[in-house]
């Protein structure tokens, strides 16, 4: 199938809907039509409209629905999750913003993928559900806006790459800070020269570590309040504990999460690293770990340091999880041999010399904001053209982040291929370039 095919799905339904109102409009609508549909009076008509459907939302997955469904060109109607608590909970946000009662819940996504009225999805669902439930929407004819980390292992998110080029699907990976300005100005800097040569790029990371253990085994719910088995989807089997279920407690469990959490933050701030270096088609050459942290390196020589501390200020977290400084979450540094710049999520900025700071006047500070991202995506739904967090960028950085993860798992430096996507002469950090999936689920 060619791409030109690949993308008819949502050609034809709004073709379809250009072709009926646009017939309504001629005999009808200065009697029933009103002019909002017909996308007058500052209203969007049905023919551009993208309609929306969320699965797995959450505490992110809600804060971007809300953010998507501000704009007049969104229509949502539909959520999913193998909880019910949070099913109704989306639905009655969405309920009431519309002011009826038409938002549609589904427990299992594959039913809510397979309404053809859905033109894209956002997928929130945790990262073991992160590759494979956006697999199953590109399959289903469906854009993806994914939140990260995209993939529990290098294969998964190679396979969500491939998926996503074959069928010709947009997809937006939930790496925000793509299209933050702080951080924009930051790569700026590093892409413009006035940093000089640029020699060292610095991602902060969460402080790294997993617990393989099982908490005690409770009586499961009833199906339809929490199915624990698409719960845990693709994950390893493991008895029911309301722990899990509860916020976001099971990302701190193996098994859940990818590698040893380092993509929590890493996700964000090395993606903004290989971009700065323009390595989005590549990623390091070498990494080993020292303590909490990873030095990896390109094959043009700039250093990649993966860094859980130490940042400007010193300020902010610092209870376990990582120490940021006055610069904020998910934290970047580039230095060059005639200055440096550091950013990240409080949307400040700290650099030297003190004169690059007159250029930063024309940027707008806005730190985690993720309207523009969300925006853009939804602009690539209608142009079909890839977004800045596209599959491709996703699955270089992502990699580059789990080659780190597997070298500080074994404790030793590793050297990698970025051509072949392996590690050089190394059967043992191969091996952990994927995971098994709990059957019927695969990739």
Not at 19 to 43: N, W
Not at 69 to 91: H, I, P
């Amino acid at each position: 199938m060619n791409s030109k095919n690949r993308a008819a799905p949502l050609a034809t339904r709004r073709a379809f809907l250009k072709t009926a109102v646009s017939a309504v409009g001629v005999t009808l609508a200065p009697l029933v039509v009103p002019a909002r549909v017909l996308g007058r009076d500052g209203g969007v008509a049905p023919s551009n409209r993208v309609v929306l459907g969320g699965i797995g939302i959450g505490n992110r997955g809600r804060q971007v629905l809300e953010v998507m469904m501000a704009e007049k060109d969104v229509q949502f109607v539909a959520t999913c999750d193998v909880q019910a608590r949070l099913r109704q909970s989306v639905k009655a946000m969405v309920d009431e913003t519309y002011a009826n009662k038409d938002c549609a819940t589904y427990r299992d996504m594959r039913e809510l993928l397979s309404r053809p009225d859905i033109d894209a999805v956002i997928i929130a669902a945790g990262d073991r559900w992160q590759a494979l439930g956006p697999i199953l929407a590109a399959k289903a004819g469906k854009d993806v806006y994914g939140e990260k980390p995209c993939g529990l292992s290098i294969g998964e998110c190679q396979a969500l790459s491939d998926v996503i080029r074959s069928t010709g699907r947009v997809f937006q990976a939930g790496t925000q800070r793509r299209n933050v300005p702080n951080y924009q100005f930051a790569v700026h800097l590093a892409h413009s020269g006035k940093l000089g040569r640029l020699h060292t790029l610095h991602g902060g990371i969460l402080k790294l570590g997993r617990l393989h253990e099982w908490l005690p085994a409770e009586p499961e719910p009833m199906k339809n309040e929490v199915d624990w088995d698409l719960f845990l989807g693709p994950a390893g089997w493991r008895p029911y504990n309301a722990a899990y279920v509860a916020g976001r407690k099971w990302k701190n469990y193996h098994g859940f999460i990818s590698g040893a959490n380092l993509l929590e933050h890493g996700a964000h701030s090395i993606d903004i690293c290989q971009w700065a270096n323009q390595a989005d088609n590549t990623a390091p050459i070498e990494y080993e770990p020292e303590g909490g942290a990873i030095h990896a390196r390109y094959a043009n020589g700039v250093k990649l340091e993966f860094r859980p501390a130490g940042w400007i200020g010193q300020r902010g977290q610092t209870s376990g999880d990582g120490e940021y400084g006055s610069t904020g979450t998910c934290p970047i540094r580039f230095e060059g041999d005639e200055g440096w710049v550091e950013t990240g999520g409080y949307g400040a900025i700290e650099l030297h010399p003190a004169s690059l700071r007159n250029e930063w006047q024309s940027f707008t500070m806005r730190g985690t904001d993720p309207s523009l991202h969300t925006r853009e995506f939804l602009d690539c739904v209608k142009s079909r053209r890839l977004p800045a967090a596209n599959h491709n960028v996703m699955r270089h950085s992502h990699i580059a982040c789990h080659a780190a993860s597997i070298a500080w798992q074994l404790g030793r430096k590793v050297d990698f291929d970025p051509v072949k996507e392996e590690f050089v002469g190394d059967d043992e950090a191969n091996r952990m370039r994927s995971r098994a999936l709990r059957q019927p689920w695969h990739v």
